[in-house]
């Protein structure tokens, strides 16, 4: 099973909202990813947990909030987004860091 | 950092055509992955293939390591072959090319 899910699949929110993003695996992969998705433009990464620890954020505001509560689970906390944050974002896994990495199906955001 | 040019960035065929899309990166790479996008925005792997050629039905790739380059050749190509194809390299994170645009008429 090489399936990784994510919810929502579309979200509208407001920018006073909080919201969360949902990824999960069952791949017992120890390396999970968020990615932001720009229309026409490639994925761009966001942070990477490895081993439940967050071991990379490509400066990332702090509007976005990750949370890796077990080794299958990751969330994405959002927070007072602005409009310009309004994108596809795609969770990924992978048994570890420089391996082959699996990407969910995505949630699409727009923020009003 | 590393950079990573996909050609063409737009390729217009007919069905039953055959296409060879290119990806250039600029540094030794851990691995490349091939991935197509398709019109809804998933992500699907076409090929893990740090070196060397693989083929996958109508889909084979080719990648010279030494000289920074590697090849996805698609044959016979259909209307579901359509969406962004993107190329992938691995050296502390994996950085995505510029990506291709197909789209496939029949």
Not at chain 1, 49 to 70: A, M, Q
Not at chain 1, 74 to 97: K, R, V
Not at chain 2, 18 to 37: A, E, I
Request: hydrophobic share 30%; proline share 6%.
């Amino acid at each position: 099973d090489t399936e990784v899910t994510q919810t929502p699949k579309h979200l509208v929110m407001g920018m006073t909202n909080k919201k969360s993003l949902k990824c999960e695996q069952h791949m017992g992969h120890r390396a999970m990813y968020w990615y932001k998705q720009k229309a026409k433009k490639p994925p761009e990464l966001m942070f990477v947990y490895s081993y439940e620890k967050l071991s990379i954020n490509e400066s990332v505001p702090s509007r976005f909030s990750p949370e890796c509560p077990n080794s299958s689970l990751l969330n994405l906390h959002l927070h007072a987004l602005q409009p310009e944050d309004s994108a596809l974002y795609l969770c990924a896994s992978s048994q570890e860091g420089r391996r082959i990495q699996y990407f969910g199906p995505g949630t699409r955001l727009l923020v009003l | 950092g590393i950079q990573v040019e996909q050609s063409p960035p737009d390729l217009i065929l007919q069905e039953g055509a055959n296409s060879t899309l290119r990806c250039n990166f600029s540094d030794s790479v851990n691995n490349l992955q091939w991935f197509h996008q398709n019109p809804w925005g998933q992500l699907i792997n076409l090929f893990y293939i740090p070196s060397g050629t693989k083929q996958n039905g109508r889909l084979s790739a080719t990648t010279v390591a030494t000289e920074r380059y590697s090849l996805l050749y698609i044959s016979s190509s259909q209307t579901t072959d359509s969406g962004v194809y993107f190329c992938a390299v691995t050296t502390d994170k994996l950085i995505f090319g510029t990506g291709t645009r197909l789209q496939v008429f029949p």
